[in-house]
C-alpha cells in the first residue's frame, strides 16, 4: 500500500548492489495507516444520482472512444519504456513457483491474507510469436472453467496476440496446454466467458467476431514445450470488433456488448446483442437491445431478488460509460428498460457485480480515482431491492490511489482488479452497505498510482479456492487467499506502515523489491 505520506518519505542516496541492479537504501517507515480512508479525510463531494430517459445521443460511445484513445497512448508509452528499459514496472518476471506472504511480502509483491501459488507470463504460456499488430505482449481479461467429469480446473487467459489455456488443478505447478491466436490482429482488449463447457471470445480486434473453442478438448491435452496452438471449432461473425461478452449460464444467452463496427447492421449500436448458445458450438443470433446505445459491460441473471415485478425473469444490469442501466431481458424480441441512473461525478461507468441474493450492486468508475478531486480507489455501493429505483447508499473509499477496473463477488466477498493496487478482496457488510478490506496481493509493485498498469482481473469461483489474477504487464498470478484469516478480519480494520527505496541505476535484468510491509496497531478512525 502506498499511501499520500510516503511522497515525502526521503530515500538515502547511499546505494546497496542487488544483482545488477543498484538501489538506495530502505527510509524511514510511514505512518500506520487503515485499509480505508477514514471519514474526515473524504472531501464532502455531492454524489446524487438522477433518473434518465433512454438515450438519444450516445454519449457512453463518445466516452468509450476517449477512453480507448487514452489507454492506447499509454501503451505505446509503456512499448517505448519497455525498448528503453526504463519502465517503473522493471523487467517481465520469470515463471515462480509457491511463495507465501510473510511479513507483508510475498518475494517482491506486497500482500496480507494472499500467497502466491504460481506465475506464468505469456511465453510461458504459448505466446512466443507475435500476432499481427503485436509489439509486447500484455495480458488483459480472464476466465476459469471447470471440467465437470474430471474437477480439474483451468485458467483462460487473454493476451495481446491471443487466449492461452492453463491447467492449474495443481495449482503450484500450472499446465499450459494450448494457445489460440487471436482471428485477424492482435489488441489491448479480448475477453472470454464459459457456458456449457465452451469458450466464447471477443476482441476489439478489427473483423473478429467471435471465436468458439470447445473446452472439453483440453481434457486429454498435455502440457508439452513448446505449447501447441490451437484452431477455434467453429466463428461467429453477425459483428465485427466488440469491447466485452457477457453470459447467462442458466438460460445459455450471451450478450456482446460494445460492437461498434457499422459495417456489420447487427452491432446494437454497441448494446446487448443477444446470442442463442442452446448449440454450444453453433452460435445464432437472437436479439438485440439498442435503447441506451453503447454498453461496456454487464451482468445477466436470472433474478431471484425481492422485486416481485422481476422475480424470474432474466434482467441485465448494464454499465454504460456514464449510467447504470438495467433492462429486462426475458422477451428477447422485446427487451424493455426498467431504470437508468446516472450520478454526479461519474467519469466512466465501467463493471459491477451482484451480490448472491440479488440486493446489492457493487460498481466501479475507471476513470473518477483520475479525474476526480479525491484519487482513492471508489466502489459504489446500490440498493437494488428496487429495480426501477436503484438507490446509490456509499461510496467506499480504499486508502489506495488507484483505478479500479473490474470486480466479482463471491459469497460475502468482493475480489477487485484495481490496476496498479492489484488483487484487493473485501468483505461485503450488506446491512450496513459498506466494505472492509481483508486481503491484498498487490501484483504491480512497483508504485501505486491512479493509470492502467497492473491487475485487470480476477477470477475468484473454482471450488478449490484457488483464485486467478491477470496482469497487463506481467501475466497470469496463481494465488491462495488465506480465508480463516479473511474470516478473522472482516469485522475489524487493518492498518499497516510502508517503507520504500528506489532504485539508483539497474540493466534490467533483476527487478529487486522497492518496498517493505508491515502489520500495525489499527490508529483511530
Not at 470447445?214 to 496452438?229: E, G, H, I, N, Y
Not at 431504470?339 to 475507471?366: C, F, P, R, V
Request: aromatic share 10%; glycine share 6%.
Amino acid at each position: 500500500m502506498k499511501f499520500l505520506i510516503l511522497a515525502v518519505i526521503a530515500l538515502s542516496t547511499t546505494a546497496k548492489e542487488i544483482g545488477k541492479c543498484q538501489v538506495s537504501q530502505w527510509g524511514h517507515w510511514s505512518q500506520c495507516h487503515p485499509s480505508r480512508l477514514c471519514n474526515a479525510e473524504i472531501p464532502d463531494v455531492e454524489r446524487d444520482t438522477y433518473h434518465l430517459p433512454s438515450a438519444k445521443y450516445d454519449a457512453g460511445r463518445e466516452h468509450m472512444n476517449i477512453m480507448m484513445k487514452m489507454k492506447q497512448e499509454h501503451w505505446k508509452a509503456q512499448d517505448e519504456c519497455q525498448k528503453a528499459g526504463t519502465c517503473t514496472g522493471g523487467v517481465m518476471p520469470s515463471a515462480l513457483g509457491f511463495t507465501p506472504c510473510e511479513n507483508g511480502m510475498a518475494d517482491r509483491y506486497p500482500c496480507r491474507n494472499v500467497d502466491i501459488l504460481s506465475f506464468l507470463n505469456p511465453a510461458d504460456m504459448g505466446y512466443i510469436t507475435m500476432a499481427p499488430g503485436d509489439t509486447f505482449a500484455k495480458g488483459n481479461d480472464m476466465w476459469g472453467w471447470t471440467d465437470p467429469e474430471t474437477e480439474d480446473e483451468y485458467a483462460i487467459m487473454g493476451l495481446t496476440g491471443g487466449t492461452a489455456f492453463v491447467r492449474i488443478t495443481n495449482p503450484t505447478e500450472p499446465e499450459p496446454l494450448a494457445f489460440m491466436y487471436t482471428r485477424t490482429t492482435a489488441s489491448i482488449w479480448r475477453d472470454m466467458k464459459v457456458i456449457d463447457n465452451t469458450a466464447y471470445i471477443v476482441s476489439e480486434a478489427a473483423d473478429h467476431g467471435l471465436q468458439v473453442f470447445d473446452l472439453l478438448r483440453l481434457r486429454s491435452m498435455k502440457a508439452t514445450q513448446p505449447v501447441p496452438t490451437v484452431e477455434p471449432d467453429s466463428t461467429y461473425s453477425e459483428f465485427g470488433n466488440a469491447h466485452n461478452i457477457v453470459a447467462n449460464e442458466e438460460t445459455k444467452f450471451l450478450y456482446v456488448v460494445g460492437a461498434t463496427n457499422g459495417d456489420y447492421p447487427k452491432n446494437c449500436k454497441g448494446g446487448l446483442h443477444v446470442i442463442d448458445v442452446k448449440d454450444r458450438l453453433n452460435p445464432q443470433y437472437a436479439g438485440c437491445f439498442d435503447e441506451d446505445g453503447y454498453v461496456h459491460d454487464a451482468q445477466c441473471v436470472n433474478y431471484h431478488g425481492p422485486d416481485n415485478h422481476y422475480k424470474g425473469r432474466e434482467i441485465c444490469f448494464c454499465y454504460n460509460e456514464d449510467t447504470f442501466t438495467i433492462v429486462d431481458v426475458h422477451v428477447k424480441n422485446n427487451m424493455q428498460l426498467v431504470s437508468k441512473i446516472g450520478y454526479i461525478g461519474y467519469q466512466y461507468t465501467h463493471q459491477g457485480w451482484l451480490t448472491e441474493d440479488h440486493t446489492i450492486a457493487l460498481m466501479d468508475d475507471e476513470m473518477d480515482e483520475m479525474d476526480d478531486p479525491v484519487k482513492n480507489t471508489k466502489t459504489y455501493i446500490w440498493d437494488i431491492t428496487d429495480l426501477a429505483n436503484p438507490v446509490l447508499k456509499r461510496t467506499f473509499f480504499s486508502a489506495q490511489e488507484a483505478m479500479d477496473h473490474n470486480q466479482y463477488v463471491k459469497g460475502e466477498y468482493t475480489y477487485q482488479a484495481n490496476y496498479r493496487a492489484g488483487l484487493r478482496i473485501l468483505h461485503i457488510d450488506q446491512q450496513n452497505f459498506d466494505l472492509n478490506e481483508v486481503a491484498y496481493l498487490d501484483t504491480y509493485p512497483a508504485d501505486t498510482v491512479a493509470l492502467f498498469n497492473g491487475a485487470w482481473s480476477t477470477y475468484p469461483y473454482f471450488k478449490s479456492g484457488t483464485v486467478t489474477a491477470s496482469s497487463s504487464d506481467y501475466g497470469l498470478f496463481v494465488v491462495r487467499p488465506n480465508y480463516a484469516a479473511m474470516e478473522d478480519q472482516k469485522k475489524k480494520l487493518f492498518s499497516e506502515k510502508t517503507r520504500t527505496r528506489s532504485i539508483v541505476s539497474c540493466s534490467g535484468v533483476v527487478d529487486p523489491q522497492l518496498e517493505g510491509h508491515l502489520a500495525c496497531e489499527n490508529p483511530v478512525c
